[in-house]
């Protein structure tokens, strides 16, 4: 994974392989509890030992809270009390258990095959890994099996545009930890405020990150383990062969994954990025037709006799399914060198949609998403 990509997403607040990524790896500290006593470190010697961890042998329970305010292709919801099982060898094979509803979908990483069991439809999907070893397309949950790789990215690549602190010690999953803080430098221009990564003290895992914006007291994004123990794990639990009765369908380990949930309108798309540090932009291009089609169509997996919150005839509260029709509801229209187009403002982002198809989004001002799609060919 390339990690200006990786910390751009979690940057923009919330795109697959940053938040996703991250969903492992917080829990907060319980309310009321003394904080630990730990010897004293300095930020640089923080930021080093995370950088430099291997990932050991553990297992725990995860939680997830997503309060962005506004939906982003790939970001996954709340978990509502539903806990995400996890479990890793330390050594590249992990297990992955995410509950919906009572089913459950497993990931099973074996080290050379990542198998996706969904109990609901009895269906398997088989990804072999590429010919160098490593799974190249990993579906959406298996992503979440890695917490340390994606904060150590974040940390590594955000720490140049940060003033990087140890504000304390705190409790995350009963074990102590130190808080790592990343806030913006002055020339930055973003809507975050500080990244909260709380590093255990014995591993050197991340346990902890909180993402918090400007003007906000929740935090806009809060991942993490609720309950962590590291040590060797049953060989068993990576261990996989398909129900008798199921259906397997085998992938090519270079094509994009197919058993994921269905993606949104934007879900399918190449990003690019503009600018860098906390204020990076996610862009895109939607193709034509996606922007014209009725919203039913465009969006894969779309089913017309499932309304949700749209009209008796398809459409929304404003009585269209069309797209570009939705997008004068929920945004503000504006113009520019870029053309026309539609401003949607969250808690921690803002994106901007033009009528000829571009998209940008991420963690700053209006202005900054303007001169993305400005910049855009």
Do not use: C
């Not at 009585?319 to 187009?341: A, I, R």
Request: net charge negative; hydrophobic share 35%.
């Amino acid at each position: 994974m390339e990690t200006k990509k990786t910390v751009l997403s979690f940057a923009a607040a919330g795109t697959v392989a940053g938040v996703a990524g991250l969903v492992l790896l917080a829990s907060p500290a319980g309310a009321g509890e003394a904080p630990p006593e730990l010897p004293a470190i300095s930020p640089d010697d923080l930021v080093e030992s995370v950088l430099n961890t291997e990932i050991p042998a553990l297992s725990g329970s995860v939680a997830l809270e997503n309060n962005l305010g506004l939906p982003l292709p790939g970001m996954p919801g709340s978990t509502d009390g539903a806990e995400i099982r996890v479990f890793t060898d330390g050594e590249g094979k992990h297990r992955v258990q995410l509950p919906d509803s009572g089913t459950e979908t497993t990931v099973i990483d074996d080290g050379k095959t990542v198998w996706v069991w969904n109990s609901s439809e009895r269906s398997v999907t088989k990804v072999p890994h590429g010919a160098d070893g490593k799974a190249h397309e990993k579906p959406l949950e298996s992503r979440f099996a890695d917490p340390a790789t994606a904060a150590r990215e974040l940390v590594d690549a955000m720490q140049k545009d940060s003033e990087v602190d140890v504000d304390g010690t705190a409790r995350v999953a009963d074990r102590p930890v130190y808080q790592l803080v990343l806030t913006p430098k002055p020339t930055e221009r973003t809507l975050l405020r500080e990244v909260r990564v709380s590093v255990d003290s014995e591993t050197r895992v991340p346990l902890q990150v909180e993402v918090l914006a400007n003007g906000q007291a929740e935090p806009a994004v809060k991942a993490g383990f609720t309950e962590f123990a590291d040590g060797p794990q049953d060989a068993s639990l990576f261990q996989f062969t398909p129900p008798e009765g199921a259906t397997v369908t085998e992938q090519d380990p270079n094509e994009e994954f197919r058993g994921q949930a269905p993606k949104d309108l934007f879900g399918d798309l190449d990003l690019n990025t503009y600018g860098e540090g906390w204020d990076t932009v996610l862009t895109a291009t939607i193709p034509n037709d996606m922007l014209t089609m009725p919203f039913d169509e465009a969006r894969p997996g779309g089913d017309r006799g499932d309304r949700g919150d749209r009209g008796e005839r398809g459409g929304f509260a404003n009585g269209s399914d069309n797209p570009l029709e939705l997008l004068g509801t929920l945004g503000k229209q504006v113009s520019g060198d870029f053309g026309t187009g539609y401003v949607i403002s969250a808690n921690v982002g803002t994106a901007l949609i033009t009528e000829d198809g571009k998209v940008a989004i991420g963690a700053v001002p209006e202005q900054v998403v303007i001169e993305a799609a400005e910049q855009m060919k």
